[in-house]
């Protein structure tokens, strides 16, 4: 017969101790997220500016967690047996060599987007990653894909609403970059370009849809009204907050991303419409509404449905997606089994990224092969 001490000592067995290294804006959401989630404490926190720190923990504490130990060093908190898993949420540039030694020591990991500002730094910690622990678990934080409206529209397309796929088209229509701790993201040397930074979440979600590699990417884009009265260190930001990106993929299938980042008087922030030879489905981000419409019954009838994020217990930034990835991560240790969005895809979004990035350089056409030569 089963005890009360053996039941308690069973809880304490599953519970999965987090550390969280960088707490600006997404370590405080991810923080959040971990704090809905049933046998999961954030036990550490790392970030190199105190203030942050501080934002960090007194965010575990007003969920009602004990406070975490603080470190300004992400290797002292890898160093501390503390953790069972970790979130990479600091910048973008720092990724790389966080990464890097997070994969060192074995523990479980949910890196945020991008995976890398680089092509050839995706590879490096992908090659590193493929030569742990079978039974480490390596997440790429491409929460999009859990997006309640999106997983909905993906339910459809793999069910044949639409038929066979054609067209992926994905605008985003939305308020220019936030501001973040010392204005890293101002730049694109430390974010790897709006269309990395920003824009992997819609490549990969092209690629998901489409279920083929991307081939020929072809683009054109500028810097025409944000920040451009900004100067830091005596510098103007150079990141883009305009894009046309057409992207190719192997099996026949065009994708297509517009992207705006002063369009706040927008209704949707992000529209997903995916269109084969049979039909139609579009999920409206904001709005939570799908769309399906279907030209092979004769009807082009279009029905349209509310979609309610079940199961959801923290809406947070971003409709309750960064959640229910927690849901699938946090499973996925317990459970010893494989991610479910890997490294792989991650330097398959930034590669998409780097080159729109060098079709609009270029004004012209850009292979991903070449691309992908580069690491």
């Not at 997006?147 to 985003?172: D, F, Q």
Request: with cysteine.
């Amino acid at each position: 017969m089963q005890t009360d001490t053996d039941t308690t000592a069973s809880r304490r067995s599953d519970t999965v101790r987090y550390g969280v290294i960088g707490t600006g804006m997404m370590g405080v959401e991810h923080i959040e997220n971990i704090a809905h989630l049933d046998g999961a404490l954030v036990t550490a926190v790392s970030d190199p500016v105190a203030e942050r720190r501080a934002i960090g923990s007194a965010t575990v504490r007003s969920f009602g967690g004990d406070a975490p130990i603080e470190f300004d060093d992400h290797r002292a908190l890898l160093d501390s047996g503390l953790v069972d898993a970790v979130v990479i949420a600091s910048p973008n540039m720092t990724h790389v060599d966080v990464l890097g030694d997070v994969l060192d020591s074995g523990v479980h990991v949910m890196v945020e987007k991008p995976l890398c500002t680089t092509v050839q730094d995706c590879r490096r910690v992908v090659a590193a990653a493929a030569s742990g622990p079978a039974n480490r678990v390596v997440w790429m934080g491409l929460e999009y894909r859990y997006m309640p409206p999106t997983t909905a529209l993906l339910g459809e397309v793999r069910s044949g609403s639409v038929g066979n796929v054609k067209m992926v088209a994905i605008r985003e229509h939305r308020f220019p970059f936030l501001v973040k701790v010392g204005n890293w993201n101002r730049f694109s040397r430390n974010t790897g370009g709006t269309l990395v930074e920003k824009c992997c979440h819609f490549f990969d979600l092209m690629r998901l849809v489409a279920d083929s590699d991307p081939v020929r990417v072809m683009a054109s884009g500028g810097q025409d009204v944000n920040h451009l009265d900004e100067v830091y260190d005596g510098e103007v930001p150079d990141i883009l907050d305009n894009a046309y990106v057409i992207v190719e993929f192997a099996n026949g299938v065009r994708g297509m991303l517009d992207l705006c980042m002063f369009a706040e008087a927008s209704v949707n922030e992000q529209e997903i419409s995916v269109t084969g030879d049979e039909g139609k489905v579009e999920a409206l981000v904001t709005q939570s509404l799908l769309r399906v419409g279907r030209r092979s019954d004769g009807s082009h009838v279009v029905a349209e449905r509310p979609i309610v994020a079940d199961g959801v217990r923290h809406v947070g930034l971003h409709h309750g997606a960064s959640y229910l990835e927690h849901v699938d991560f946090i499973e996925s240790v317990r459970a010893g089994r494989p991610a479910a969005v890997t490294l792989g895809d991650g330097l398959w979004s930034v590669a998409m990224g780097v080159a729109a990035h060098r079709s609009i350089e270029r004004g012209a056409p850009v292979m991903i092969d070449e691309v992908m030569a580069d690491g």
